[in-house]
């Protein structure tokens, strides 16, 4: 009796040790996982144009609203980190250009590349987006008038945000996010064909 | 690979694996032991050191993206805002175990740099990324604003 006693005691410890192991394993190290994207040319079979636009839109979206894209297009003035989305630590904010306040800038840690035996993310635009192009809790839609408003892109129409999308470093990083991070659904080439698709069949935006 | 790298005034040329983080060279290699450890992931600012005049956590730089900047250590700190800092701190009796102490000290000359006369909130963004497990807080804050003071006249 004592024995099965001690052996139940046994296999109850294990197992919990187990499951500490593992939910310490994830929070440092999250098992690698990426979302696929269907391609653009998926979509020629709805025949109707502004349901295929807003189609490709939708499917683009898994991209814009995914972590490594919305956690530094915060709308407040601090980015967040994780795919929990939880607020970046230390406590930093956006500043004045974007890269920081005085005494604790971007570059205080992040530089021209990821560094994984430290953990931590770069690249040489590393920086949150400006407030007029925050993502953070705006649906689809909204993010979609964002980005067809000159006023809040920088003054970049649609032809500029496509180029933007499949040539910026600093976007290109969400598919080379690091060790330790999931990066972005599909490729960034699909992401570029997705919007491309979008804008050539009138970027039409899914309900705000 | 061999790599030459300017530290307080100095070239020194190290032969250590391109991905090995400046504070480690810092400490093992040159033997500046001013800069501490804490976490090593950039969270807790004990390894900050000053590149280029800006606060960097030493710990989060690899060699290899070094290039020709400058790095100043708790060892080779030196004129105004520096002299204030030291003797604010002396006057407030900030450290208590000291362990973070170089990591502040940084921090704050390099904010003294950047804005002459801080505020709270200057102060608070610039500090809060160096952690003090003996909570000297209240004075670090205090002997900042002290060596503001020093600083404006």
Known sequence: MRGSFLWVALCVGAAGALAMLVLYDREISPAFSQEALRPANSFARITDVRTRSIALFVEAGKVLQHPRCVNCHPSTERPRQTDSRRLHLPLVVRGADGHGAPGMRCTTCHHSDNFDSAGIPGNEHWGLAPQSMAWEGRSLGQICEQLKDPARTGNRDLAAILKHVVTDSLVLWAWSPGRGRNPAPGTNAQFGELLRGWAESGAHCPTP | ?153
């Not at chain 2, 020194?12 to 060279?25: E, M, Y």
């Not at chain 2, 708790?74 to 800092?85: L, Y």
């Not at chain 2, 006369?117 to 610039?126: E, H, M, R, Y």
Request: proline share 3%; charged share 20%.
């Open chain 2, 1 to 153: 690979m061999a790599y030459t790298i300017k530290i307080n005034g100095a070239a020194h040329t190290v032969d250590v694996d391109g991905d090995t983080a400046l504070l480690w060279i810092l400490r093992d290699v040159l033997g500046l032991t001013g800069t501490k450890f804490g976490c090593g992931v950039g969270q807790c600012g004990a390894c900050t050191v000053l590149m280029d005049g800006k606060p960097l956590r030493s710990c989060s730089m690899p060699i290899s993206a070094l290039a020709t900047a400058e790095i100043v250590t708790i060892e080779g700190v030196t004129g105004r805002e520096a002299d204030a800092v030291q003797k604010a701190w002396i006057a407030h009796d900030v450290p208590q175990c000291g362990y973070c102490q170089s990591g502040q000290v940084i921090s704050t000359i390099a904010l003294l740099k950047e804005i002459r006369k801080p505020t709270d909130d200057d102060i608070d963004l610039a500090m809060n990324g160096n952690i003090c497990r003996c909570g000297t807080y209240v004075r670090i804050r205090a002997a900042i604003h002290d060596a503001a003071r020093t600083l404006a006249t």
